[in-house]
């Protein structure tokens, strides 16, 4: 099964920069798309980034011009660049691997990090 886990989380100052990373029990070239997702409490999750596996990039529009998602495929890490930061920021992070080519097609949850933006 492909495993996923998020580290970098912590306490950031709003206009900071916070680094998450998303190490994958597996290649992740072969995972169809890379996705990262918030969730504040109380609310539902929501899309933050996808990397998909043709280098594709897709933002959400609460991000764009501040976060960047980048990969290292030689560590099976995916890796979310976040940059000038604001409170709104705030919630756990989790990463997630779509599997489309599987039987039945899988998507792969981590157990989130934490992203605290306050001063």
């Known amino acids: 099964q492909v495993q996923l886990v998020e580290s970098g989380g912590g306490l950031v100052q709003p206009g900071g920069s916070l680094r998450l990373s998303c190490t994958v029990s597996?290649?992740?070239?072969?995972?169809?798309?890379m996705r990262w997702f918030r969730q504040a409490p109380g609310q539902q999750r929501e899309l933050v980034a996808g990397?998909?596996?043709?280098?594709?990039?897709d933002y959400s529009d609460a991000v764009k011009g501040r976060f960047t998602v980048s990969r290292e495929n030689a560590r099976n890490t995916v890796y979310l660049q976040m940059d000038n930061v604001k409170p709104e920021d705030s919630g756990v992070y989790y990463c997630?691997?779509?599997?489309?080519?599987?039987?039945?097609?899988?998507?792969?949850w981590g157990r989130g990090t934490r992203v605290t933006v306050s001063s």
């Open positions: 997630n691997a779509l599997v489309l080519t599987g039987r039945p097609p899988a998507s792969h």
């Open positions: 597996t290649s992740i070239s072969a995972i169809d798309k």
């Open positions: 990397l998909s596996g043709d280098g594709r990039i």
